[in-house]
């Protein structure tokens, strides 16, 4: 084996800002670096709380800075709670007040973790950012030509540093590739994902291991940094109460619905308060079903219902669409429409029409279409 010159030393030992939640796998994935030999530095970004909610961050930082002490490492705490209600909630509550479902998840990766902590630890000295995200990043083929002809995309025809593949992780139950469509290569030459090569249990079997005492924390639920929130008793604060009908259509969701008769089947408090595809927390008479929420009439103020054959649509429409990896359109993909929902084929067109070879279910307004190809995470957009 030949000796490591000072160049391969340099090139090894990074200094490395990573995100740490006070999670296992933010924390293992501190420990893998620091194993590794780069210098590392753990940081807490404090969030937006509502208010009169439980407080959860402060537990949070204080998991973290007891993993990053057992680690030995630098623990910093960056307070993003302006930049988070600004970008993450604010966002949220104006798409529910247009009728549209927000993925805050996505937007609190693209505006939090890989914008404000990605620039702020540039500005302090950091050669990459780190976090605990399951997903797998490849680097080749340096001066490659990205060229999506795409009119609707936030790429066309540039030249790059580095061509970047993001892959899924390989723990297909854990994957979070889902949320990361909206990165750019010029963002993913500083990123680094420690454990997306790992499995959740290994994971947990390595957090055990370097002695990390949130080893058998449980997995945060709910979102992003806010943690399980009641949706629809916080979108009460922001968007007033206002009784509307709920009517059964046996139509699919991408077919006109406007002025057309159907069964009047309960009411609703609120049309905002309910998304597409939603089953639950329906206020309807008793009957058949069960009923999924197919349309919303805001104008009106209808809810429309439909049963599950009604629920599913064969195409839509994608705007603010990011691509990752060169693309030239039209182009089938695997499609995600939902997190955790199956890949399906799809054939996206130049316009940002998806056409999905089979009908798909539960197609929502404001979610995120994620296209893939053989395991790699390509681009996505938002469904309209």
């Given at each position: 084996?030949?000796?490591?010159n000072?160049?391969d030393r340099?090139e090894?030992k990074?200094?490395?800002?990573?995100a740490?939640?006070g999670?296992v796998?933010?924390s293992?994935?501190a420990?893998?670096?620091?194993k590794q030999g780069?210098?590392?530095?753990g940081?807490?970004?404090k969030?937006w709380q509502?208010?009169g909610?439980?407080?959860?961050?402060?537990?949070d930082?204080?998991?973290a800075?007891r993993?990053?002490a057992?680690?030995?490492?630098?623990?910093?705490?960056w307070?993003f709670?302006?930049?988070?209600?600004k970008?993450v909630?604010?966002y949220?509550?104006?798409?529910?007040?247009?009728?549209?479902?927000?993925?805050?998840?996505?937007?609190?990766?693209?505006?939090?973790?890989?914008?404000s902590f990605l620039?702020?630890?540039l500005?302090e000295g950091a050669d990459?950012?780190a976090?605990?995200?399951?997903?797998?990043l490849?680097?080749?083929?340096?001066?490659?030509r990205?060229?999506?002809?795409?009119?609707n995309s936030?790429h066309?025809?540039?030249?790059i540093d580095?061509h970047y593949?993001?892959?899924?992780?390989?723990d297909?139950n854990?994957?979070?590739?889902?949320?990361l469509?909206?990165l750019t290569?010029?963002?993913?030459?500083?990123?680094?994902?420690p454990?997306g090569?790992?499995?959740?249990?290994?994971?947990?079997?390595?957090?055990?291991?370097f002695g990390?005492?949130?080893?058998?924390?449980k997995?945060?639920?709910?979102?992003c940094?806010?943690?399980?929130?009641d949706?629809k008793?916080?979108l009460?604060k922001y968007i007033?109460?206002?009784?509307?009908?709920i009517?059964?259509?046996?139509?699919?969701?991408?077919?006109p619905i406007?002025?057309r008769?159907g069964?009047?089947m309960?009411?609703h408090d609120?049309?905002?308060?309910?998304?597409?595809g939603q089953?639950?927390g329906l206020?309807?008479?008793a009957?058949?079903?069960?009923?999924?929420?197919i349309?919303?009439?805001i104008?009106?103020n209808?809810?429309y219902?439909?049963d599950?054959a009604?629920?599913?649509?064969?195409?839509?429409?994608i705007?603010?669409?990011?691509w990752?990896?060169?693309?030239?359109?039209p182009?089938?993909?695997?499609?995600?429409?939902?997190y955790?929902?199956?890949?399906?084929k799809?054939?996206?067109s130049k316009?940002?029409k998806?056409?999905?070879?089979?009908p798909?279910?539960?197609?929502?307004?404001?979610?995120?279409a994620?296209?893939?190809?053989?395991?790699q995470?390509?681009?996505?957009g938002i469904i309209?």
């Amino acid at each position: 084996m030949r000796a490591m010159n000072k160049k391969d030393r340099s090139e090894r030992k990074r200094r490395v800002y990573i995100a740490m939640s006070g999670g296992v796998d933010s924390s293992v994935a501190a420990a893998l670096l620091k194993k590794q030999g780069h210098g590392v530095v753990g940081v807490f970004m404090k969030p937006w709380q509502p208010k009169g909610t439980i407080c959860l961050w402060e537990k949070d930082r204080e998991d973290a800075l007891r993993a990053a002490a057992v680690i030995g490492i630098p623990f910093k705490t960056w307070d993003f709670s302006r930049e988070y209600k600004k970008s993450v909630t604010d966002y949220m509550i104006r798409e529910y007040k247009a009728g549209r479902t927000p993925n805050p998840d996505v937007m609190c990766n693209k505006e939090i973790k890989f914008g404000s902590f990605l620039k702020k630890a540039l500005k302090e000295g950091a050669d990459h950012i780190a976090t605990g995200h399951y997903v797998r990043l490849r680097r080749h083929n340096p001066n490659i030509r990205m060229n999506t002809n795409a009119p609707n995309s936030r790429h066309s025809d540039k030249f790059i540093d580095s061509h970047y593949e993001l892959m899924q992780a390989k723990d297909k139950n854990k994957d979070q590739s889902y949320f990361l469509w909206t990165l750019t290569p010029e963002q993913l030459k500083y990123c680094l994902f420690p454990i997306g090569d790992y499995l959740k249990p290994d994971v947990r079997k390595l957090a055990k291991k370097f002695g990390l005492p949130n080893h058998a924390k449980k997995d945060s639920q709910g979102v992003c940094f806010i943690g399980p929130l009641d949706m629809k008793e916080f979108l009460k604060k922001y968007i007033k109460p206002k009784k509307g009908k709920i009517i059964y259509l046996p139509i699919r969701t991408n077919r006109p619905i406007d002025n057309r008769a159907g069964k009047m089947m309960g009411s609703h408090d609120g049309i905002y308060y309910y998304t597409i595809g939603q089953r639950h927390g329906l206020d309807i008479k008793a009957g058949a079903g069960p009923y999924y929420v197919i349309g919303k009439d805001i104008k009106n103020n209808i809810i429309y219902v439909g049963d599950d054959a009604s629920a599913i649509s064969d195409s839509a429409k994608i705007s603010d669409i990011n691509w990752i990896s060169p693309v030239n359109l039209p182009a089938k993909f695997d499609v995600r429409v939902r997190y955790r929902a199956p890949l399906h084929k799809a054939m996206l067109s130049k316009d940002g029409k998806l056409k999905f070879s089979k009908p798909e279910r539960a197609v929502t307004s404001g979610q995120s279409a994620v296209f893939y190809s053989r395991g790699q995470l390509i681009g996505g957009g938002i469904i309209l």
